[in-house]
């Protein structure tokens, strides 16, 4: 079956701007995460979802960014007044469940994102 | 607080030679140990994962590793090498809550012909 998809698969932007990144998980996932992988860095946690609310978003390094999960599926990543530190490639993972026991978290192929 | 260090940033062998890549974790409780494989342009793919049962796990395309919680290490190894296995490889363990993964820092494996 298909996997978790992510799009764009490269976005470029200028400092200052905003930008949307889109994850389609894995069809019946009820689990969603957002991981940060800088360049010769392993991935960091960003944020969980569960279902269409924001289990845990500790991850989050500050208040420019934000993630929605409107009805339980997709899920988009917002970053507001990009800077050139944000620059990294954004992973999605999905998985049936999420706490209480582990669930095999499937990733996407990231989206690459470079800031002018 | 968790935390992964994995030895080598890149490990070199041959075609046919054993493959050893080093983990070491810390934890303050009993962990669950993974590790992960990233071909390029291509999304994390667990290879295996220990959770508390037998110390030593078998995983896919024949890598194996062992919890040594003596050592507190997690390495993963494979008998012989095949050049399909030219990756990066990442030691995981899990947060206190179980859905929150802490990655090591990767190891890039080469395989020379």
């Known amino acids: 079956g298909a996997g978790v998809s992510q799009t764009p698969s490269n976005k470029v932007t200028e400092k200052g701007k905003y930008v949307e990144l889109r994850c389609d998980p894995i069809?019946?996932?009820?689990?969603l995460y957002w991981y940060r992988q800088s360049l010769g860095q392993g991935p960091e946690f960003l944020i969980y979802?569960?279902?269409?609310?924001?289990?845990?978003d500790s991850g989050l390094p500050n208040d420019r960014f934000f993630a929605v999960r409107p009805e339980g599926s997709v899920s988009t990543l917002k970053i507001q007044r990009t800077e050139r530190g944000d620059s990294a490639v954004y992973l999605c993972?999905?998985?049936?469940?999420?706490?209480?026991?582990?669930?095999?978290?499937?990733f996407g192929p990231g989206t690459r994102l470079t800031v002018l | 607080a968790q935390s992964v260090t994995q030895l080598d940033s890149h490990v070199s062998v041959s075609e046919g030679t054993p493959v050893l890549l080093r983990c070491n974790y810390s934890?303050?409780?009993?962990?669950?140990l993974f590790w992960y494989v990233q071909h390029p342009n291509k999304g994390l793919q667990l290879l295996l994962k220990?959770?508390?049962?037998a110390t030593l796990v078998k995983g896919i395309n024949g890598f194996e590793a062992e919890f040594k919680k003596s050592e507190t290490s997690f390495h993963l190894t494979k008998p012989s090498a095949h050049m399909s296995d030219a990756a990066e490889y990442f030691c995981?363990?899990?947060?206190?809550?179980?859905?929150?993964?802490?990655w090591g820092a990767g190891t890039k494996l080469i395989i020379k012909p």
């Open positions: 995981v363990v899990s947060g206190r809550s179980n859905y929150q993964l802490i």
């Open positions: 934890s303050s409780y009993s962990p669950s």
């Open positions: 220990y959770t508390s049962a």
């Open positions: 069809s019946g996932h009820t689990a």
């Open positions: 979802f569960q279902g269409t609310g924001a289990a845990d």
């Open positions: 993972a999905s998985s049936l469940g999420g706490a209480g026991g582990y669930n095999e978290q499937f």
